[in-house]
DNA sequence: AGGGACTTTCTCATATTTCGAATGATGATA
DNA sequence: TATCATCATTCGAAATATGAGAAAGTCCCT
């Protein structure tokens, strides 16, 4: 029984006229009444008394008239609401941004994107964590680079570079890393959840296992033990940009510059149909990060390498 | 848009198992999902936030979950009521019967028909007019014949021979008829509808157009002129048996009986669903006037003419 | 008495739906 | 860590349902 056989049947309750409501639906006299028989016969009730020339409702047209009418205002109402959050983003969008990206390049944005949207409230939640975020239930996430072999759906919001890093106190102490062969000698920070550095080196990719020194949860803890000097670690270049250019950290090994990486991306559940407030943040997180991004200066010229050497 | 659709939507959402739900509503896992496409597709949401293994209800699902349940469970009730309709009489059963059947052969069984159907109450009305069973909002008429090229579905309830009948004090002042031709001589009685009786006669049908001496607008009025001994009347067996038995009418040409006629029929609405209530009191009449119905003595032999003439 | 409008039935062409098998992906289990 | 079972989706083919048009029967109105 189709929502539109019911509406169909409440048009030929109020007209008493089959054929006026099959105009109505465009149809024609023969589908409209093949249409009421078919209810009447999936019901097994006679809902109308019928004359050759008009219709009139039975006892039983009559209950269903009742129901139906209730049950359609609230299907209509349904669609309008579904239209309505179709339409203009509302509601609560809810985001998973690592930790610093989220403090630190989102945040930032997140007044002047309420301005366009005032009816949409956002809800971010930072956490170096992987989060599942369909079963976690968040609209997006911001990532550094989509899972490889997700079903996800992802958008590139704006290059990212990664670079090898250190303070210049530890290359003071230490010296700097020729080559990914060298880092055998040197101190390595990171997280757990990559233990694996790649370089895009003169013949290729060279692939480094890492033995980190120092290892902790989180993009930030990485970040406290680079800046005071502990070792090397692997950091965006929007997370750093400015100690880059402020010469509080130095990119080095620049020959062999970190492979796999180079984008922001913005990650939602797949489907046909994306939902509006995300297409909007999605296009609005673009035009921030767009070509080039804000941080992305030149790295390797900021603080020379070769003045530390 | 199908209601069996939004409910098998429910039932994934409750579930969030695509797969699961199909079996419950008997689908291939590919019917499934089709159908959930389509439903996505036609209102142009995401309902589902899909995982290759499960599904978790988007912010447009969870809408459209909350009115369609309430809608469903509408239509549930819907159904339920025309069950109840359809399963048990009830309500009101709306009766046109002619005034004098009605009273005397409807009414008399009233009471015991309510003892079966107590929830059914009965409306009915007498009146020898010719009342538009549909138009009028009835469910179904007594009538002496069935109308000829009437839509109207049309069940025999009992045999009911009319007569050609007088008071013995008529005959005794004009004497008897012997055929139709005699008519002329005598003063005829009817009512404005009926101005043609039909005999049978031993070479066939004779057509004798009647020129009342004196008419009424109902049975009634004819029945009770007749009894005044003011003429011969077409009357009814059911109506007159007991006078007939009483000798306090005779009938007369009895080689000639009344043509078209001979059965009391239910007629109600045309249709493939009849309702119970109808086919229940069609059924309990069927029981008390079947055959042979309490008024078919045979009148012909119940006063003898011949010790008349 | 006649014309127009209405409902219904029939047949046939077209959409839609369904299943079965194959594919890609995920979680549980050993 | 690897295997297995389960899940959702896609594709093609068959089954089903839906629609228009013509024709018939009925009834209202002029």
Redesign the interface.
Same mark, same amino acid.
Request: glycine residues 8%.
């Given at each position: 029984?189709?929502?539109?056989d019911?509406r169909f049947f409440t048009r030929v309750a109020a007209l008493g006229n089959l054929s006026a409501a099959g105009r109505e639906f465009g149809l024609s006299p023969s589908a409209a009444s093949s249409r009421l028989t078919s209810l009447?016969?999936e &019901?097994?009730?006679?809902l109308? /008394?019928?004359?050759?020339r008009s219709l $009139?409702l039975?006892?039983?047209g009559q %209950?269903?008239l009742?129901?139906?009418g209730?049950? &359609?205002a609230?299907?209509d109402? /349904?669609?309008e609401?579904?239209e309505a $959050?179709?339409a203009a983003p509302s509601? %609560?969008l809810r985001i998973s941004s690592n930790m610093f990206f989220g403090r630190k390049h989102v945040l930032p944005h997140l007044g002047e994107f309420r301005e366009f949207y005032p009816d949409l409230r956002i809800a971010i939640d930072c956490t170096d964590r992987i989060v599942d975020?369909?079963?976690e239930?968040y609209d997006m996430a911001i990532r550094g680079a989509p899972m490889p072999d997700s079903?996800l759906m992802a958008r590139r919001l704006g290059s990212d570079q990664r670079v090898l890093c250190a303070s210049p106190a530890y290359i003071e102490r230490k010296g700097q890393p020729r080559s990914p062969s060298d880092l055998i000698n040197h101190d390595c920070i990171g997280v757990e959840a990559m233990p694996i550095w790649y370089f895009d080196g003169p013949d290729g990719e060279i692939v480094h296992r890492v033995a980190y020194s120092i290892h902790g949860d989180s993009g930030d803890f990485s970040y406290d033990a680079t800046l005071h000097g502990l070792g090397l670690s692997v950091k965006s270049i929007s997370h750093v940009w400015e100690e880059l250019r402020d010469g509080r950290l130095v990119s080095v090994m620049n020959d062999y510059p970190i492979a796999r990486t180079g984008d922001i991306c913005a990650v939602y559940?797949?489907?046909?149909?994306?939902?509006p407030k995300v297409s909007a943040f999605i296009d609005f997180l673009q035009s921030k990060y767009g070509r080039p991004p804000y941080w992305d200066t030149d790295y390797r010229i900021s603080v020379p390498v070769s003045d530390l050497d």
């Amino acid at each position: 029984m189709r929502l539109e056989d019911l509406r169909f049947f409440t048009r030929v309750a109020a007209l008493g006229n089959l054929s006026a409501a099959g105009r109505e639906f465009g149809l024609s006299p023969s589908a409209a009444s093949s249409r009421l028989t078919s209810l009447e016969r999936e &019901l097994a009730v006679q809902l109308f /008394a019928r004359t050759t020339r008009s219709l $009139v409702l039975t006892e039983a047209g009559q %209950v269903l008239l009742d129901h139906a009418g209730i049950a &359609l205002a609230q299907m209509d109402a /349904a669609f309008e609401q579904l239209e309505a $959050v179709n339409a203009a983003p509302s509601g %609560v969008l809810r985001i998973s941004s690592n930790m610093f990206f989220g403090r630190k390049h989102v945040l930032p944005h997140l007044g002047e994107f309420r301005e366009f949207y005032p009816d949409l409230r956002i809800a971010i939640d930072c956490t170096d964590r992987i989060v599942d975020i369909i079963g976690e239930g968040y609209d997006m996430a911001i990532r550094g680079a989509p899972m490889p072999d997700s079903s996800l759906m992802a958008r590139r919001l704006g290059s990212d570079q990664r670079v090898l890093c250190a303070s210049p106190a530890y290359i003071e102490r230490k010296g700097q890393p020729r080559s990914p062969s060298d880092l055998i000698n040197h101190d390595c920070i990171g997280v757990e959840a990559m233990p694996i550095w790649y370089f895009d080196g003169p013949d290729g990719e060279i692939v480094h296992r890492v033995a980190y020194s120092i290892h902790g949860d989180s993009g930030d803890f990485s970040y406290d033990a680079t800046l005071h000097g502990l070792g090397l670690s692997v950091k965006s270049i929007s997370h750093v940009w400015e100690e880059l250019r402020d010469g509080r950290l130095v990119s080095v090994m620049n020959d062999y510059p970190i492979a796999r990486t180079g984008d922001i991306c913005a990650v939602y559940p797949p489907g046909k149909y994306t939902s509006p407030k995300v297409s909007a943040f999605i296009d609005f997180l673009q035009s921030k990060y767009g070509r080039p991004p804000y941080w992305d200066t030149d790295y390797r010229i900021s603080v020379p390498v070769s003045d530390l050497d």
